[in-house]
């Protein structure tokens, strides 16, 4: 075999080299984009279950909060009941004294506690059995608080849900990346009829990969509105 023979045969093989050590370097860099996406995805997973675990924190002071003012309201007007029954008593008396007393009862005192008992004794806020429904308080003003209404935990569970998934599927697809490296090296190291074998393997996982990755992306990021 002369020379320039040699040098024709090799030529494809360098040709070739060339080719696989290109795919490499843009599977190497594909695979580390797959692995940064899905670390940042998992990031977002962290963050949207910890903001879901603030909101039900924030949620329940808020909650206790408006309780402990509903029994305030509900003990005042039964106080304020208490009394004004006291000074009805009281004026109907035959002593000047008592029913001065009962007039002050009546006058200040009484409408002062009502003040602070709200809405009580509203028949809405009220049992079949006749007792303040104190629950029913607690909702009427959840219902009417803007920031309270604005909390809403199950959103970011949701959300971090989402995200979620959408890490599991990246896995799956770094996974495969990686073994389409692994076919490509294959190829760089084989020769012959196995070298091509090796390097159609890798092209092809490598291809499917890259779908794989623009339609899980499109898909979840879709989902979310338009949320990265």
């Known amino acids: 075999m002369t020379q320039e023979a040699s ?22 860099v594909t695979a580390a984009l797959a692995a ?16 879901g675990l603030i909101d039900v924190t924030k949620q329940q002071a808020m909650h ?24 009805k008593t009281l004026m109907a008396s035959d002593l000047p004294a008592l029913v001065a ?23 809405d806020l009220l049992t079949t059995l006749g007792t303040y429904d104190v629950d029913a308080r607690i909702a009427q003003v959840e219902s009417a608080d803007p920031q309270y209404l604005a909390i809403v935990p199950a959103a970011s569970f949701a959300l971090a ?14 996974v495969l990346l990686a073994i389409a490296l692994f076919w490509l090296g294959m190829a760089e190291i084989t020769s012959g009829r196995w070298r091509v074998v090796n390097l159609v393997i890798g092209v092809a996982l490598w291809a499917v990969g890259v779908g794989a990755f623009i339609g899980i992306e499109t898909w979840f990021i879709t989902g979310r509105g338009g949320v990265i």
């Open 64 to 87: 206790h909060i408006n309780e402990n003012s509903a029994y305030a309201e509900a003990d005042y007007s039964a106080q304020a009941a208490l009394k004004a029954a006291e000074a």
């Open 36 to 51: 940064w996406r899905t670390s940042a995805v998992g990031s977002q997973v962290s963050d949207t279950n910890r903001a």
């Open 161 to 174: 849900d989402d995200y979620s998934n959408e890490k599991r599927w990246l896995t799956i697809l770094s």
């Open 101 to 123: 007393a009962g007039s002050s009862l009546n006058d200040n005192l009484v409408p002062s506690m009502q003040k602070l008992a709200g809405p009580f004794p509203q028949g």
């Open 7 to 28: 040098t024709s045969q090799h030529r494809p093989e360098s040709r070739l080299d060339v080719v696989i050590a290109i795919l490499l370097a843009v599977v190497a």
